[in-house]
């Protein structure tokens, strides 16, 4: 049953979140020089093990990318296609949390390998209670959240009926904000996890670059990494409107509405970012402006992407990994601007002409 659990859950849990691992891998191995690699990194553990501050961050990254574990689990037990999980419940308790206890050891082997090196520096530094504490809070992490998956699965049946508070007033709400109480609704913890991990990677692209903190450049980085942190949001907005809003195809509403509708939807989202862009772009009108039409256009190719690909997980991922490269390359070379108007202007014309020769609701039926 592992192994079945293993290339399932595990397998589709590491390749949603590839853009997530692509921006990790480019702030632990692609921001220096390959000379400075070893010491960049060796600093980078230390500042973990050193200080109640940085081990307090290491601490906080953890319990997030844990949240971010259980809730994809949950998320992906509740599908039909992943019923013969319940048949676990029928082995012994001892049996069903070591199960589960070793699936989120293999979803958890990042930090378990940065946990493996933090342990090391610890001894050599002779930091015993930082050893001590990265050991009890990582298998505090493991045992939480097998005993959870426990507990949903054998007792998941058990339905506690939930009556809605009434406050009396009725507010229609607009068409455009569908999407948007259905991530608050129902989605509120990958909505919380997304833009929890939009600030840390946004901030520490920040953080890198604090010496150069007027160049446009590293907002549009930090933007960028937080943009990629939205993939799986963006695949469950468009998800949802195929199950749900799909009759709209047949109304005599332009397509061009619509497109202005998503961006809306972007805007809205996008909002805590644009919060931080303009903190980050000490009121330089074109810098903000540059990274407002750089995060709506990143978006919007990828709900973009997504019809291409027909909702295909895996060929949407590949086209994140070269959009990531092509998009780093146009910051860096100073065409951020021009980068972001081609991508607004190319997608919106797509969607335009292919937005009705486009049927995704069979593949989600």
Not at 315 to 330: D, G, I, T
Request: hydrophobic share 60%; glycine share 4%; net charge positive.
């Amino acid at each position: 049953m592992l192994k079945l659990l293993v290339n399932t859950l595990a397998k589709s849990f590491y390749q949603q979140h590839a853009g997530f691992f692509l921006v990790g891998i480019y702030i632990l191995f692609g921001v220096v020089e390959p000379s400075q690699l070893i010491g960049y990194q060796k600093a980078l553990l230390l500042a973990g093990i050193t200080s109640p501050v940085g081990m307090a961050i290491v601490f906080t990254s953890w319990f997030l990318y844990s949240l971010k574990a259980l809730f994809f689990v949950r998320q992906k037990l509740a599908e039909a296609q992943y019923s013969y999980v319940r048949e676990t419940a029928a082995l012994q308790v001892s049996m069903q949390l070591k199960l589960w206890l070793e699936l989120f050891l293999v979803m958890l082997l990042p930090i378990g390998i940065y946990v493996f090196l933090l342990i090391v520096l610890s001894f050599k530094y002779r930091l015993f209670w930082s050893a001590l504490s990265i050991v009890f809070v990582f298998t505090l992490l493991c045992l939480v959240l097998s005993w959870l998956t426990f507990r949903s699965v054998t007792f998941g049946f058990l339905k506690q009926e939930r009556r809605p508070l009434s406050t009396g007033i009725q507010v229609k709400r607009p068409y455009f904000s569908w999407p948007i109480f259905h991530l608050l609704n129902e989605q509120p913890l990958m909505l919380l996890m997304c833009k929890g991990l939009s600030f840390i990677f946004f901030k520490g692209m920040l953080w890198m670059f604090a010496d150069a903190d007027t160049d446009e450049r590293v907002v549009l980085v930090g933007l960028l990494a937080s943009v990629l942190c939205h993939a799986v949001l963006i695949y469950s907005l468009l998800k949802f409107e195929i199950s749900y809003l799909n009759f709209v195809k047949s109304m005599p509403v332009p397509v061009f509405k619509r497109v202005l509708n998503w961006l809306l939807i972007f805007f809205i989202i996008l909002i805590p970012e644009w919060i931080f862009a303009i903190m980050a772009s000490h009121s330089m009108l074109y810098t903000f402006f540059t990274v407002f039409l750089f995060g709506l256009a990143s978006l919007l190719l990828m709900l973009t992407i997504l019809n291409i690909v027909k909702l295909d997980m895996d060929r949407y991922l590949k086209y994140l990994l070269f959009f990531f490269f092509m998009a780093m390359w146009a910051i860096l070379a100073y065409y951020g601007l021009l980068f972001s108007v081609l991508l607004l202007v190319s997608c919106s014309f797509y969607y335009l002409q292919f937005f009705n020769k486009t049927d995704l609701k069979a593949l989600t039926e």
